[in-house]
């Protein structure tokens, strides 16, 4: 089984910065995909960004140019760098771990863009 545990959501103004952590325990694989997902209520989960252990990495166009994702494989570990937020990007963002053909989530983290 694996256990994805998230942080650093909260409320921020706009413009402002955030960075989400998510570290991952448990059976976990050499090779996989982690990633950022975000949803608001009323409409489909989203995919923000991913990286695969071998350093793949994907945006939506949405977020590119403001956030970063990153990984730090001894920790399984992953992060997105959130910068210039605004009010479109609040959502519940959910960390992902694909591998195997499985896919595993975290209890999601809130970000709040607001002045």
């Known amino acids: 089984q694996v256990r994805l545990v998230e942080a650093g959501g909260g409320l921020v103004q706009p413009g402002g910065s955030l960075r989400l952590s998510c570290a991952a325990s448990?059976?976990?694989?050499?090779?996989?995909?982690m990633g950022w997902y975000r949803q608001v209520v009323g409409k489909e989960r989203e995919l923000v960004a991913s990286?695969?252990?071998?350093?793949?990495?994907k945006y939506s166009d949405s977020v590119k140019e403001r956030f970063t994702i990153s990984r730090d494989n001894a920790k399984n570990t992953v992060y997105l760098q959130m910068d210039s937020l605004q009010p479109e990007d609040m959502a519940v963002y959910y960390c992902?771990?694909?591998?195997?053909?499985?896919?595993?989530w975290g209890q999601g983290t809130q970000v709040t863009v607001s002045s």
């Open positions: 990286i695969s252990s071998v350093g793949t990495i």
């Open positions: 448990g059976s976990i694989f050499g090779f996989n995909s």
């Open positions: 992902n771990l694909g591998q195997l053909g499985s896919r595993y």
